[in-house]
């Protein structure tokens, strides 16, 4: 079945840094990959997502990029600013299957 | 109006003891699922209904029993608690298909504490 790795398990960056966190997936018909953001004590929150027939796609300070040959995709946080901290999670979707796999997630936190 | 809601927020509860959890979502979505997040923050599927029918059972045991009335509810029966059965159990529901098919809004998680 479909196993999905993230990096780093925790983050911290000055506020106006950029942030990475980066996943690799094991099933090539993967055709989903969504990032969510979870704040303390509240549900995970989709932030953005891209399917598998686009390479990147953003949306203002946030983007996704993915390399389907290498299977790993990459969450990219611009100019971030102290209420992006959270604990992200990656997650794919394996063709056909009603689920999503998460990654282990990662702590990012923003110095002001 | 919240979109998928979890009752209760918070659950305490003997070993031994059996306790439910419900989940509404009014998204008009007609998949819903159950997720396990651990206490390392690693979360897991543990079930998924499409139209009141069990798709996934991803080898949870079957002290678990999710029950379905209707396409807008999945709730959770856990018979017999363990210590282990300690952690946050997360609703989510979507579209099975469409554009916006296997996008999965959560609730906002219901804290299970085993005592």
Known sequence: GENVEQHPSTLSVQEGDSAVIKCTYSDSASNYFPWYKQELGKGPQLIIDIRSNV?????????VTLNKTAKHFSLHITETQPEDSAVYFCAAAPQGAQKLVFGQGTRLTINP | DTAVSQTPKYLVTQMGNDKSIKCEQNLGHDTMYWYKQDSKKFLKIMFSYNNKELIINETVPNRFSP????KAHLNLHINSLELGDSAVYFCASSRRGGLAK???????GTRLSVL
């Not at chain 1, 390479?55 to 983007?63: S, T, Y």
């Not at chain 2, 029950?67 to 209707?70: L, Y």
């Not at chain 2, 296997?102 to 906002?108: K, R, S, W």
Request: proline share 5%.
């Open chain 2, 102 to 108: 296997n996008i999965q809004y959560f609730g906002a």
């Open chain 1, 55 to 63: 390479g990147e796609k953003k949306d203002q300070r946030i983007a």
């Open chain 2, 67 to 70: 029950k379905s009335p209707d």
